[in-house]
């Protein structure tokens, strides 16, 4: 097997000439078609990995992700505290098991944390055994993921990558990176963020629905009876394109004259 180091370098510091407004207009969008294209292949991912998809930078490294060691074998997390790897799946679509998922937590811009299901923060011994059994986090929970060439290996505390010995178990035990040391990480978060929906909830539905939920928000029922502004409509869904239906829910109880709270 050839082994070799991983060179961890720091982030490439370049220079652009700001009066080039052209070039750097056409780098952004080589930069979006380069996202758009690395976003479909993290979908195309995820659908053959029941919704799992491969983290390519250390920003997608939190929340429940899955140590993919070999193809459709993930590190398994046993009740004594013990990791190994688990049986191989059957087929990539079935994803990691709940034994085999884990919650990354970021500590630094480089250094990551992971807590295994039965709520252990996983570490290095003194045996170089990567175990789950920590209550808190120290030192020997930190570890670094370390991408290059689209390969990715975990250093541990103890500058030793993270593999597997012939047991099954998970050690870091090797000062190099070599193909036993090649892991994939895989998270399960949502690749398509939902909009935020700043739409207010009485301004929705058709225009009597919106009125009435204005109606019962903010007018003071004085005689117990709720009052709707009957006439034609018309002018409110033109308002509410433009922004101003509250303005124009309000212009409507000011001609009725029946709330204290108008104007």
Not at 189 to 200: G, S, T
Not at 228 to 236: A, D, F, Q, V
Request: aromatic share 6%.
């Amino acid at each position: 097997m050839s082994d070799y180091k991983f060179v961890k370098t720091g982030k490439l510091k370049l220079k652009g000439s700001s009066s080039d407004h052209k070039s750097s207009k056409k780098h952004k969008k080589k930069r979006k078609r380069e996202h758009e294209e690395e976003s479909s292949e993290k979908m195309k991912d995820a659908e053959k990995h029941g919704g799992w998809w491969t983290v390519s930078s250390f920003s997608g490294i939190k929340g429940n992700i899955a140590i993919e060691m070999g193809p459709k074998t993930f590190i398994y997390s046993m009740d004594n505290g013990l990791l190994t790897l688990g049986p191989p799946h059957k087929t990539a679509e079935e994803g990691p098991s709940q034994p085999e998922q884990l919650t990354a937590i970021q500590i630094s811009e480089s250094k990551v944390a992971f807590k295994t299901g039965y709520g252990k923060y996983v570490s290095v011994d003194e045996k170089k055994r990567v175990v789950g059994r920590s209550e808190a986090m120290g030192p020997r929970e930190q570890f670094e993921p370390i991408f290059q060439d689209g390969n990715l290996a975990i250093l541990g505390y103890n500058n030793c990558f993270v593999s597997c010995d012939d047991e099954g178990d998970l050690v870091a035990t090797s000062t190099t990176a070599g193909l036993d040391e090649m892991l994939v990480i895989r998270s399960d978060a949502p690749l398509i963020k939902k909009k935020k929906d700043d739409i207010p909830e009485e301004e929705k539905g058709d225009m009597r629905s919106c009125e009435v939920s204005y109606v019962k928000k903010f007018q003071s029922f004085q005689d117990h009876k709720m009052i709707i502004n009957e006439t034609e409509r018309s002018g409110l869904t033109k308002a509410r394109e433009k922004g101003r239906l509250h303005e124009a829910l309000l212009d409507r109880r000011e001609k009725m004259k029946a709330d204290r709270y108008c104007k």
